[in-house]
């Protein structure tokens, strides 16, 4: 169908209202502020700054551990300690090894995982706290409005499509349709953290890759309330081994908070051999060591939320900036995986593209040759020495983490190197074992479906992500050649995505003796796990319509 859209024009356009996206609103209205007091030309206003944001509410699909290391915040707003919602100081610390049974408290806490003067929060608090301050600013923060599709020219980007409300499951308007809106402007930022559908997009079209592709893992976390007594606020603890084999990549997390409640979950790389291995699976196993157990025994599970993270690494950062375009944050690969720890780097490079879009919009000059210097001001600023320390980390555990232990140790002292640099990598769905079985479903029969109370299915922890979709629209998942998936997948992976995705969106049914592939989109929390992991790639997750997902209230 033809549709009639309105245009809109702005300065800057930021897709995605996260740490970084709202970093670079902030810091860039702070300029302009400045620019203008000091009464220099040309005339701007943080009014032609626009953010969208796909959530019904900033903050509502922010999902992370979360630990906060302040130094770029405390960049951003010096004073931040004094309003920021943080929920405790890290009191102490200490890393574990598990074995079923059992738990062995490592003597020194490896120095990537020490936390001393870092923060437990809330990733959506902070976030909706950021939001504020922009909106003060005289930013416009618009929510429920998803980018749809990139407006290219050239070799550059000048704006986003926004997606379409009140389309039906069949593609045709219902009684309250709204079109879209082509929103165009010099500066587009793309900060839609990671495995972002127009990043992906533009990185593809225009070439922009890395070094080595982008590989993933991903978290999955609940919130509990306990017992009291039961761990001490601020008490940080990190875990490997059990329920892990030594071949995954991967470990679990523990972090006292205020009023006895607890954050906890499971990160693992998405670049396993077995199709058939579940991480839901595996994190709700891991509830049930006893080191875990006697904490939440008699608690309740408040949240759930699952979301990818970026582990590639500096050789996995694209080319980031385009014609009237930059990309930030984790969408810039800019997460350290050795210290699990992207929200901080995602705040500076947002800053600096503030700073780098300002500088532009005074010259008159939105080219990539003139956006390049964000990718100079990068390189000189601390998140390089951060991230260069550690670029090929996560590639040193490709052989295991016995292998990668030693690979890290020898990295550590020649700082970042070890004994093959760069290393090189593959991306993760490359990593499935071919199973070669016959056209037969895999029996779900037996899958995991926990006790209730300890552990659970993935329905229930669905439930408890206030994930919401209007339900009579087009489905955001949109899967290329769905034959593939009840022939071919079927025999050599037998349907992977029944397993790795978290919230039970896919599932394998036989219709007229033939297999199909069900989708429950209703069910999805955004994670993109499905986009990432699957082995043909042909998978596209698309935003849905604007304001559907999870709602990651206090996560």
């Not at 014609?323 to 720890?341: E, M, P, T, V």
């Not at 947002?350 to 780098?356: R, V």
């Not at 949109?478 to 969106?505: S, T, W």
Request: proline residues 5%; hydrophobic residues 35%.
């Amino acid at each position: 169908m033809t549709v009639e859209r309105e245009q809109l024009d702005a300065d800057v356009l930021i897709i995605g209202a996260g740490p970084g996206g709202l970093a670079c609103a902030l810091h860039l209205a702070n300029l302009i502020e400045q620019h203008t007091q000091a009464k220099k030309a040309p005339a701007l206003s943080a009014e032609n700054i626009y953010v969208l944001e796909k959530a019904r509410e900033a903050g509502a699909h922010q999902l992370s551990g979360a630990l906060l290391d302040g130094r770029a915040l405390r960049e951003l707003v010096p004073d931040f300690e004094k309003t920021a919602p943080l929920d405790t100081p890290v009191t102490s610390d200490a890393a574990y090894y598990l074995t079923k049974k059992s738990s062995w408290k490592l003597p020194i806490t490896p120095p990537p995982l020490q936390n001393h003067g870092n923060y437990v929060i809330s990733l959506s608090k902070l976030v909706k706290w950021l939001a504020g301050l922009v909106e003060k600013k005289g930013v416009n923060l618009f929510t429920q409005f998803a980018g749809q599709e990139l407006l290219y020219e050239k070799n550059g980007i000048r704006g986003v499509l926004t997606g379409d409300k009140g389309v039906d499951k069949n593609g045709k308007p219902k009684d309250n349709f709204t079109p879209g809106y082509e929103l165009r402007a010099k500066v587009t930022v793309l900060a839609e953290g990671p495995r972002g559908s127009l990043t992906k997009d533009m990185v593809s079209r225009l070439q922009l890759d890395g070094l080595n592709p982008q590989v993933y893992g991903i978290g999955i976390k609940e919130l509990w309330d306990v017992q009291p007594g039961r761990i001490e606020t601020g008490f940080v603890a990190h875990t490997l081994g059990w329920p892990l084999a030594s071949d995954l990549y991967g470990g679990g997390w523990i972090y006292g908070m205020r009023n006895n409640r607890v954050s906890l979950g499971m990160v693992l790389a998405l670049e396993y051999h077995n199709p058939l291995f579940d991480p839901h699976e595996a994190f709700q196993k891991f509830k049930t060591h006893p080191f875990v157990r006697k904490i939440l025994d008699g608690g309740k599970l408040v949240r759930y939320g699952a979301k990818t993270v970026p582990y590639g690494g500096w050789y996995s950062m694209p080319k980031s900036y385009v014609d009237g375009g930059l990309i930030i944050g984790d969408s810039a690969s800019l997460l350290n995986s050795q210290r699990l720890k992207g929200i901080h780097t995602a705040i500076k490079s947002g800053m600096l593209a503030a700073e780098t879009i300002y500088e532009a919009l005074c010259a008159g000059d939105t080219s990539a040759a003139k956006l390049a210097s964000y990718q100079t001001k990068l390189e000189q600023s601390w998140v390089k020495k951060e991230l260069w320390s550690v670029r090929n980390f996560h590639q040193a555990f490709h052989g295991g983490l016995w292998k990668g232990l030693i690979h890290a140790g020898l990295q550590f002292v020649s700082g970042g190197r070890g004994l093959i640099d760069p290393m090189r990598g593959k991306a993760g769905y490359q990593e499935y074992t071919n199973l070669h079985r016959d056209r037969t479903l895999v029996d779900q029969s037996t899958r995991f479906k926990g006790d209730g109370k300890l552990t659970f299915d993935r329905l229930t922890d669905v439930y408890h992500s206030g994930t919401r979709h209007e339900e009579d629209q087009p489905c955001h998942l949109v899967v290329l050649d769905p034959n593939i998936c009840g022939d071919r997948c079927v025999r050599e992976f037998g349907n992977p995505c029944q397993y790795f995705c978290p919230a039970a969106v896919y599932e394998m049914v036989m219709e007229k003796g033939t297999p199909r592939l069900k989708i429950n989109a209703a069910n999805c929390v955004h994670c993109k796990t499905c986009d990432v992991a699957d082995p043909y790639q042909i998978i596209n997750w698309i935003p849905p319509e604007g304001g559907g997902g999870p709602n990651y209230e206090g996560m």
